[in-house]
């Protein structure tokens, strides 16, 4: 992945990132062509520290013969995105451009015993029935022993070993403090849902330059207090 070094985040916020979306696309190379698959996946982490990537995937998908343990695949996960017009800036002579989240793992992925891929399917629904909460979590318990097993047979389990980190953060943050301003103060204004999640991280990303911004709607949203 192609990251200037503004757009570069560490490690850390990579991994973070990328646990926290735990969405993203699969993908390999068969010989011939590139193939790939979305999914659901969830991050841990071995006894050395390497991340593992894991995930299942359907018995019958074409990705599941090339889980060989050494050829290498890629894990792309993406967050919110949005465009970003020219007009916006309150600098002349701007150009188009697209501001997002994403982060690439890159690693070689083995198949899983039927035991892992018992603990990996319970670990994962997990994940996701959290962010649910207060519902209580569903759990494979609740499905018949049959049907748990004959579901169980139609996946196959992964891990991927991730050896390479990469991620971008394209949130304008080369830009000068009023053209950063007005294209987050845009954005937050724009229907499309990726647009406001982007100026919501740009405002994370630079807060001092909303400071005098939020201390004034603070005064402005203070009540009155009567004079004697």
């Given at each position: 992945?192609y990251t200037p070094p503004p757009f570069k985040p560490d490690r850390?916020?990579?991994?973070?990132?990328?646990?926290?979306?735990?969405?993203?696309?699969?993908?390999?190379?068969?010989?011939?062509?590139?193939?790939?698959?979305?999914?659901?996946?969830?991050?841990?982490?071995?006894?050395?520290?390497?991340?593992?990537?894991?995930?299942?995937?359907?018995?019958?998908?074409?990705?599941?013969?090339?889980?060989?343990?050494?050829?290498?695949?890629?894990?792309?996960?993406?967050?919110?995105?949005?465009?970003?017009?020219?007009?916006?800036?309150?600098?002349?002579?701007?150009?188009?451009?697209?501001?997002?989240?994403?982060?690439?793992?890159?690693?070689?992925?083995?198949?899983?015993?039927?035991?892992?891929?018992?603990?990996?399917?319970?670990?994962?629904?997990?994940?996701?029935?959290?962010?649910?909460?207060?519902?209580?979590?569903?759990?494979?318990?609740?499905?018949?022993?049959?049907?748990?097993?004959?579901?169980?047979?139609?996946?196959?389990?992964?891990?991927?070993?991730?050896?390479?980190?990469?991620?971008?953060?394209?949130?304008?943050?080369?830009?000068?403090?009023?053209?950063?301003?007005?294209?987050?103060?845009?954005?937050?204004?724009?229907?499309?849902?990726?647009?406001?999640?982007?100026?919501?991280?740009?405002?994370?990303?630079?807060?001092?330059?909303?400071?005098?911004?939020?201390?004034?709607?603070?005064?402005?949203?203070?009540?009155?207090?009567?004079?004697?």
């Amino acid at each position: 992945m192609y990251t200037p070094p503004p757009f570069k985040p560490d490690r850390a916020a990579s991994l973070a990132f990328a646990e926290a979306r735990g969405f993203g696309l699969i993908c390999a190379w068969d010989g011939g062509k590139p193939v790939a698959s979305p999914l659901p996946f969830y991050l841990r982490y071995g006894n050395d520290g390497t991340p593992l990537a894991m995930f299942h995937l359907a018995r019958h998908n074409p990705l599941i013969k090339l889980a060989d343990g050494t050829s290498s695949w890629l894990l792309a996960v993406n967050g919110a995105d949005a465009y970003v017009s020219p007009d916006w800036y309150v600098s002349p002579d701007q150009v188009p451009t697209w501001l997002y989240q994403a982060v690439h793992l890159t690693g070689a992925v083995r198949r899983l015993s039927d035991d892992e891929l018992t603990v990996q399917v319970d670990t994962l629904s997990d994940k996701f029935e959290n962010w649910l909460l207060p519902k209580k979590p569903w759990t494979s318990a609740k499905m018949t022993a049959g049907r748990l097993d004959a579901m169980k047979k139609a996946i196959v389990g992964l891990e991927m070993t991730v050896e390479e980190i990469e991620g971008s953060f394209k949130l304008n943050q080369h830009k000068s403090e009023t053209d950063y301003a007005a294209i987050a103060g845009a954005l937050s204004s724009q229907a499309d849902a990726g647009a406001p999640r982007i100026a919501q991280l740009m405002r994370q990303a630079r807060p001092e330059i909303f400071a005098n911004e939020e201390t004034l709607a603070n005064q402005t949203n203070r009540p009155e207090r009567n004079v004697p």
